[in-house]
């Protein structure tokens, strides 16, 4: 028999091993959902999820906790661009979304909150990144007189730690670049507006590091010990790999590619990439610039790095699934190859009969929403039917959208994804390939491409990165 100690020791061991167990967390902004969910990345298995009906702009993930700050209120938003612009009723709702923001860190393992901070001065949904027990929030699009760029606080704790800048030192970003980047214990920001400078700092102490000209692009290390930097400001593009501890060159060297993924030992893998034309993916010496190997078999948006397996992915917009597959590191040979579901059928095998009538049931809504925009926004019709020509008498725009969503909705065609190839997202590690789609999660093994598992079915996750820890 187990004494209480060993009993105790044994409990303590059980819940380390929650606490630490890998989980991506993910989310969705498609209409008035605004969820967040955690999900046990070996199992699938949704350890939490919560409706916020709010705006996220990005997610953190540790092995311990979940960090998130939501913006607005999706059913405000809405509120404000119906509304008259400048009128009382718009004046009232914009006073409503202008209220500070709430960062909150939740248990990985149930949703339970553990703290709460908000700043009087920081409105809408902030960029959130946590490493080395540091959560760092980014306040970059709603500025006002006093409010910080950058807070850190005590990922345990949630005490302050240090703030940076006053009134928008983060500069005006009109686009989806990362205005934040945490890793390796550094934090790297852009303090001016015009963006050509990149300024480090500890990420404990909030102390200048180093800084240096930015170009265009840049990929980390999954240490956060290398950096590879992009540089197209000549006719003649290049990489330069930087030493993230001082922001010394290592080496520079000329590529007809972008960089995408670089290791911790100096390998950098570069892709060509212009959609309509072949694409090619290369491994390099990032020392040396000699490449290893190059693959013209490789069609692809997306690409993801995990030891010895580099997977790509790429939408299928004719046939509606997304296509998934595998090279070796060391080789560049094809290993597999995958597609989410493309036919009703499949699609009902993969979900049985417990996920069935949720979609029958999420078709419905679906249908239900694209009528109902159909009968109250009459710039939904006009962008429905521009561009189409009808012979003969013309029928009314309400019934041509009605008829248009009848034959072609994607009600129809539930396993249908979205053609953007920003519509989905790739994700690797622990040997997993993960696959975000407005299905839901798909799992796969990174070895051999066998579906592992598919979680939350009925959860658009398109277009917000997931986090993942530990």
Not at 425 to 438: K, N
Request: aromatic share 8%.
């Amino acid at each position: 028999m187990l004494d209480s100690g060993q009993r105790h020791d044994q409990d303590a061991d059980a819940e380390s091993q929650r606490e630490t167990m890998p989980r991506l967390m993910v989310g969705s902004v498609v209409g008035l959902a605004g969820k967040v969910a955690v999900v046990e990345a070996r199992t699938g298995h949704v350890c939490w999820m919560r409706r916020t009906g709010r705006i996220h702009e990005a997610l953190a993930l540790d092995g311990h906790a979940a960090y998130l700050a939501p913006g607005g209120s999706f059913a405000l938003q809405q509120r404000l661009q119906r509304a008259e612009s400048d009128s009382a009723e718009w004046h009232r709702v914009a006073a409503q979304l202008d209220t500070p923001t709430q960062l909150e860190a939740r248990w990985a393992s149930d949703g339970a909150l553990i703290w709460t901070h908000v700043h009087p001065l920081v409105t809408g949904q902030m960029h959130v990144e946590v490493d080395s027990g540091v959560v760092i929030a980014a306040n970059p699009r709603h500025f006002k007189e006093g409010a910080p760029d950058i807070q850190a606080f005590d990922a345990a704790s949630g005490s302050p730690l240090w703030t940076l800048g006053t009134l928008g030192q983060l500069g005006s970003h009109e686009d989806d670049a990362q205005l934040i980047r945490v890793c390796g214990g550094r934090v790297y920001t852009q303090l001016t507006a015009s963006r050509e400078q990149i300024t480090v700092f500890d990420i404990h102490s909030g102390r200048q590091l180093w800084e240096r000209p930015f170009n265009d692009y840049w990929v980390f290390s999954p240490s956060g010990a290398l950096i590879g930097e992009q540089r197209y400001d000549d006719a003649h593009p290049r990489v330069t790999i930087i030493d993230a501890h001082n922001g010394s060159e290592i080496s520079s060297f000329p590529t007809d590619g972008v960089i995408r993924h670089l290791t911790d030992n100096g390998i950098a893998y570069v892709d060509g990439n212009t959609y309509e034309d072949a694409t090619w993916i290369a491994a390099l010496d990032a020392r040396t610039g000699e490449e290893r190997w190059r693959t013209h078999d490789a069609p692809h948006d997306h690409l993801a790095l995990d030891g010895a397996v580099l997977s790509f992915s790429r939408v299928i917009p004719e046939k509606g699934y997304v296509e998934i597959g595998a090279l070796d590191t060391a080789t560049g040979e094809r290993l597999w190859q995958w597609h989410s579901p493309d036919s009703l059928g499949e699609l009902l095998r993969l979900w049985g009969l417990r996920h069935t009538p949720l979609m029958i049931w999420e078709s419905a809504k679906r249908m239900a929403t694209v009528l109902e925009t159909i009968f109250r926004q009459e710039h939904f019709i006009t962008q429905a039917l521009r561009g189409r020509h009808v012979r003969g008498r013309k029928p009314s725009p309400r019934r041509q959208a009605l008829r248009h969503e009848f034959h072609h909705g994607q009600w129809r065609r539930p396993w249908r994804l979205h053609g953007s190839n920003n519509a989905n997202w790739l994700a690797a590690r622990w040997g997993i390939v993960f696959l975000g789609t407005w299905l839901g999660l798909f799992a796969l093994d990174a070895a051999t491409g066998r579906l592992l598992w598919h979680a939350l079915p009925t959860i658009d996750l398109s277009y917000i990165n997931p986090a993942l820890a530990p």
